[in-house]
């Protein structure tokens, strides 16, 4: 099961900098280019979790193939 997460976006209204961070609640932040505390988030978005298909042992298998052009790269 996952926590729940929020993506933020904030804008700084002293510099105009834009950012946008996960947090685990719809929290103020601090501008990364001034350092203005307490900017509220214009806007949040759910944070979707999807699971991971297992990739790696296909991946891995292509890399290892003789016909791949890692291992004709690498054999010279």
Known sequence: MFETQ???Y???PYD???WADVWSCCCNDMCP????KDIEPYKSEDVVHT???ATTRTTKARCESKDSP???TRRG
């Open 16 to 18: 105009g900098t834009e």
């Open 70 to 72: 890692l291992q004709r």
């Open 33 to 36: 280019k001034c350092g203005t």
């Open 10 to 12: 904030y804008r700084c």
């Open 51 to 53: 699971p991971r298909k």
């Open 6 to 8: 929020f993506i933020n």
